[in-house]
T-cell receptor
Framework: DQQVKQNSPSLSVQEGRISILNCDYTNSMFDYFLWYKKYPAEGPTFLISISSIKDKNEDGRFTVFLNKSAKHLSLHIVPSQPGDSAVYFCAASKGGSEKLVFGKGTKLTVNP | DVKVTQSSRYLVKRTGEKVFLECVQDMDHENMFWYRQDPGLGLRLIYFSYDVKMKEKGDIPEGYSVSREKKERFSLILESASTNQTSMYLC????????????FGSGTRLTVV
């Protein structure tokens, strides 16, 4: 039973345009959400997070939006750059739990 | 910055061998995790540990065991390696509350032949 779903295995965008990566979750107890970026042959690195008390968090070119009623979050990258090409994982956690639950990832390709 | 170090980047082992994957973190984190990453399957939790000598099974523990004798070190053991354990293995650590997120190591690409 997949609690965190990234329904798009891949996404391709042009350099300079917006990239929107989507993530849905089923467990209403999740209260913290994170995005990780992973390059080939490297470990994932933390990108941005959002608490369930917020609906938006911004860090430079990266913005995460949270819609609790829809159990949906999205990562916006503006403008997209070729160096953003990577696999992006959405993750969620419940308060008091040590574990993150990860989605299966979306491979983003930004074309020059 | 927290550093999580995995002892090997690439390993090739034979079927039936006992394989040890080592992970060390340098920031006194309580929690440590082992994941494997496979195409189309994302990150799957094998085992995790929230304290020395403590361990809990993740989603896919079959064929694996772990050891945590010291806080900074978490070892993954493949008791008898099989070809379906060919994968990228990722170690991570975190502070006590998961809201702080994980810091991952660079991964070990294991090939079982």
């Amino acid at each position: 039973d997949q609690q965190v779903k990234q329904n798009s295995p891949s996404l391709s965008v042009q350099e300079g345009r917006i990239s929107i990566l989507n993530c849905d979750y089923t467990n209403s107890m999740f209260d913290y959400f994170l995005w990780y970026k992973k390059y080939p042959a490297e470990g994932p690195t933390f990108l941005i997070s959002i608490s369930s008390i917020k609906d938006k968090n911004e860090d430079g070119r990266f913005t995460v939006f949270l819609n609790k009623s829809a159990k949906h979050l999205s990562l916006h990258i503006v403008p997209s750059q070729p160096g953003d090409s990577a696999v992006y994982f959405c993750a969620a956690s419940k308060g008091g739990s040590e574990k993150l639950v990860f989605g299966k990832g979306t491979k983003l390709t930004v074309n020059p | 910055d927290v550093k999580v170090t995995q002892s090997s980047r690439y390993l090739v082992k034979r079927t039936g061998e006992k394989v040890f994957l080592e992970c060390v973190q340098d920031m006194d984190h309580e929690n440590m995790f082992w994941y494997r990453q496979d195409p189309g399957l994302g990150l799957r939790l094998i085992y995790f540990s929230y304290d020395v000598k403590m361990k809990e099974k993740g989603d896919i523990p079959e064929g694996y065991s772990v050891s945590r004798e010291k806080k900074e070190r978490f070892s993954l053991i493949l008791e008898s390696a099989s070809t379906n354990q060919t994968s990228m293995y990722l170690c991570a650590s975190s502070l006590s509350a998961s809201g702080y997120g994980y810091t991952f190591g660079s991964g070990t690409r294991l090939t079982v032949v």
